[in-house]
């Protein structure tokens, strides 16, 4: 009984950490879309990718001389996919708010989750979150169909990290590749960073908040997912990655001064427990497998 008391205060210790994580990576979000007005979203996910390979690269240090051709495919594909998946969900929260972009990019790891499930009842998680889709976006003549599309564009670009960190991590040791992934996508936005100063100058406060972003929706989750990992099962982790959408919604009502319909929340729930379910529907599958990557995928 006293053995499994360490166990037990860890893994408890884990969920706590790991509700934090999804705590500051909406609230990363949220600082980024108050530095919109002044930087856009395209100069708000420049400096965050910046800050992440500032931070990432000096501290794993990864030999990129040592890589070799095979290595370094998957990691250029994940530098591209991260800045693709971070420039269309913070154009989708610019155009829809954060709950909305936030839930529909969450079809992305929901969809690998699905795959991943072997029985008709897994893949039966689909319908409540198709309709949970239509409940949140309300197709009509008013429908911001581009701020849809861009939020399922960022859920594609989620599946396609999974994939991806899958493939880096199987063939680069440690967290080298991601780190260098990082510095991959902190090269391609550089000249967005540095057009971004040149012609529209923004103030010390859209700074802050656009470096908050980085710190708090990529370097806080990151190392407190990593650490977490070790005390709690993957499975459950998917299963809390689910309190992401429900944490942006609150954040972009409360902080950000968003509205959401009775049926908006509606189709969040709907989501998210279409996610709970195929997680534990798959929970059987390999330990590494797609619930870990997808909580991490916002990196």
């Known amino acids: 009984m006293e053995q499994n008391m360490p166990a037990a205060r860890g893994r408890s210790a884990g969920v706590a950490a790991l509700v934090g994580s999804a705590l500051s990576n909406q609230l990363g979000a949220a600082s980024g879309s108050l530095a919109f007005p002044a930087m856009g979203p395209l100069g708000v996910v420049a400096v965050r990718q910046l800050v992440a390979a500032v931070v990432l690269l000096p501290a794993v240090r990864p030999d990129l001389r040592a890589f070799s051709r095979g290595q370094w495919w998957p990691v250029l594909s994940l530098g591209l996919v991260f800045g693709a998946m971070n420039l269309s969900l913070y154009a989708a929260v610019e155009r829809i708010g954060l709950g909305l972009a936030m839930t529909l990019e969450f079809l992305g790891p929901l969809a690998v989750a699905i795959v991943g499930v072997r029985t008709w009842a897994g893949k039966a998680c689909a319908l409540p979150a198709a309709a949970g889709v239509v409940a949140i976006t309300q197709p009509g003549p008013s429908t911001d ?74 370097v806080v989750p990151y190392t407190v997912d990593l650490l977490a990992l070790r005390r709690i099962p993957a499975n459950l982790y998917g299963i809390l990655a689910s309190v992401n959408p429900v944490f942006a919604a609150v954040i972009g009502v409360v902080a950000l001064h968003e509205s959401l319909r009775a049926s908006q929340w509606a189709g969040i729930a709907l989501i998210v427990g279409a996610n709970v379910v195929a997680v534990l529907l798959n929970h059987r599958g390999p330990a590494s497998g797609a619930p870990r990557a997808a909580a991490a995928g916002p990196a």
């Open 145 to 218: 169909y581009v701020g849809i599309a861009l939020g399922l564009t960022a859920a594609a670009c989620w599946a396609a990290y999974i994939a991806l960190n899958k493939t880096v991590g199987a063939r680069i040791p440690g967290i080298q590749g991601t780190a260098a992934a990082a510095g991959v996508s902190a090269a391609i936005f550089l000249p967005a960073v540095l057009l971004v100063f040149a012609t529209r100058r923004p103030d010390v406060p859209t700074i802050l908040f656009a470096v908050g972003a980085g710190i708090l929706a990529t």
